[in-house]
């Protein structure tokens, strides 16, 4: 069973940094993509960023050259560098990793919250 635990979120003025953690258990991690969804109050989870396991990254638009993404095979941890946030980029961060190698995201954490005062 998939096991995802995040940390690092909390509460940063317009501008600030903050840097997202997640540790994943029950996976052959150096296998598989993991990546980082958020979700808003109101709105529809919206997939942020991902790390292949070959080391090749997406974001989305609205985050390209302000998060960085990467990943620790040896700590099996996923890691979620935001710089210059926004009030936009507030909402609940989830770790995602597929439940089988080559699958889809399918298992989510908890979630962090990141709140961020203009």
């Known amino acids: 069973q998939v096991h995802l635990v995040e940390s690092g979120g909390g509460l940063v003025q317009a501008g600030g940094s903050l840097r997202l953690s997640c540790v994943a258990s029950?996976?052959?991690?150096?296998?598989?993509?993991m990546g980082w969804y958020r979700q808003a109050p109101g709105k529809q989870r919206e997939l942020v960023a991902y790390?292949?396991?070959?080391?090749?990254?997406f974001y989305t638009d609205s985050v390209k050259g302000r998060f960085t993404i990467s990943r620790d095979n040896a700590k099996n941890t996923v890691n979620l560098q935001m710089n210059s946030l926004a009030p936009e980029d507030a909402a609940v961060y989830s770790c995602?990793?597929?439940?089988?190698?080559?699958?889809?995201?399918?298992?989510w954490g908890q979630g962090t919250q990141v709140t961020v005062s203009s």
């Open positions: 029950g996976i052959i991690f150096s296998r598989v993509r």
């Open positions: 790390i292949t396991s070959a080391g090749s990254t």
């Open positions: 995602a990793a597929p439940i089988y190698v080559g699958g889809p995201f399918a298992s």
